[in-house]
């Protein structure tokens, strides 16, 4: 009998590319299987507990029956949000804020409203690497342009950024700070992005995610706080990380463009509705006072920073720059390619029993054969777990095949 055929997928599912961070998962099960263990610093998924707050009110919910919430989010949290961004001189109303399934859906979501089918947005690459993936979903094109590592991966100038504006153009992407590399922009950068969009009509989509993560000089400066672009901003956010929940998929989109907001609901409305309890966790979480847990939560992972920092420019031939915000650093390793080191670290390496597991940066470019020797760390686990986490990688590095000089 002839072996009946499988029908094809859809030329979008098959471009869909797989998660750099998440793709040698495999690799580090088998290295588990074998005994090894192994040291998670492929994924942003911070050790540090959720706040109490937020667990007591998971447990303490209210009604009897979990239904539908609202599409555009229950009004207590989005009034808790208004006051989260007065903190640092954002005035919002509930209106200008749609809560989303996590930043995630929230990035989707302002894809899909400032851009159309074969449209452009403009990022800065590295970038988050998610981005790829709802560009397809929604059939937009990124366009990258490239920083460098050894500028500590900061804005490229104006005149190429200018340059790289085209007629079919429609936002500007930007993270800060930056996933994965950490870096934190300064006010003359946000100042140019926010001049060029001006000048050529553009929308900005401004990930800020990790606002409160930033260790060194001035504090984070948001898109919404430079008045000339207040139409033009989509800031796209979450409680992911802010408050380590990670798993309660609670984010927002925010535009003071009443249109952004209106379309945006409309797939909201499609969705239906975010997921009700963690809402009213997060609604306690973002009442608490920054001093209760998001200051302290900072300072942790500043020393953390420091320790994966020192330890790389001791490894000779690295090249790693000090982040200043979020928890990633993407250094440049003396190996021939990235992602085969940090695979034969999880399947040809030990050290007294344990290896280290890093994301290959070539997933965060676009750009074919930028970013091979580069790998993103997230700087998750504490001090002790990452020193000796770096003590693997030192070694790896030394003994690796593929090392050059």
Not at 333 to 359: R, Y
């Amino acid at each position: 009998m002839a072996k009946k055929k499988k029908p094809a997928l859809s030329a979008r599912a098959g471009a869909l590319p797989a998660s750099p961070i998440r793709k040698l998962v495999p690799l580090a099960d088998g290295a588990k299987k074998r005994g090894v263990h192994v040291y998670h610093l492929n994924i942003g998924q911070p050790d540090v507990p959720s706040p109490e707050a937020f667990l007591k009110a998971v447990r303490e919910y209210p009604a009897k029956v979990i239904a539908y919430g609202r599409s555009e989010g229950e009004l207590p949290l989005r009034e808790a949000y208004c006051e989260y961004y007065g903190r640092f001189g954002i005035e919002l109303s509930p209106d200008e804020i749609l809560v989303t399934t996590g930043g995630s859906e929230a990035l989707l979501f302002a894809f899909f409203c400032v851009a159309g089918v074969g449209d452009e947005i403009l990022v800065f690459e590295p970038f988050y690497t998610n981005y790829t993936g709802f560009a397809a979903l929604v059939g937009v094109t990124l366009k990258p342009l490239a920083t460098e590592p050894v500028t500590g991966y900061h804005l490229p100038p104006r005149e190429v950024v200018e340059a790289a504006v085209g007629p079919k153009t429609r936002a500007i992407a930007i993270c800060n700070p930056n996933n994965p590399t950490g870096t934190v922009y300064g006010e003359d950068e946000l100042n140019m992005i926010a001049e060029l969009a001006g000048k050529h009509d553009l929308f900005i989509i401004a990930d800020e995610v990790y606002r409160e993560f930033v260790y060194d000089g001035p504090d984070h400066t948001s898109m919404l706080s430079i008045p000339a672009v207040a139409e033009r901003v989509v800031v796209t956010d979450s409680l992911s990380k802010r408050f380590n929940v990670c798993g309660a998929r609670i984010g927002c989109l925010v535009s003071r463009n009443a249109d952004v907001v209106a379309a945006a609901l409309k797939l909201g409305q499609a969705r239906l509705s975010p997921p009700v309890v963690e809402e009213y966790a997060a609604t306690a979480a973002l009442k608490m006072s920054p001093e209760e847990y998001v200051h302290p939560m900072i300072e942790h992972f500043k020393r953390r920073r420091d320790v994966v920092h020192d330890a790389l420019t001791k490894m000779p031939g690295v090249v790693a720059y000090k982040p200043a915000g979020a928890f990633y650093i993407t250094p440049e390793f003396p190996v021939d390619d990235a992602e085969k080191f940090i695979s034969w670290m999880l399947t040809d390496f030990a050290l007294d029993g344990e290896t280290t597991m890093l994301a290959p940066a070539a997933g965060f470019y676009s750009t074919p054969g930028l970013g091979l020797r580069e790998a993103r760390i997230a700087y998750v686990l504490n001090e002790d777990e990452l020193t000796r986490a770096m003590a693997c990688l030192a070694e790896g590095l030394n003994r690796y095949p593929g090392r050059i000089s």
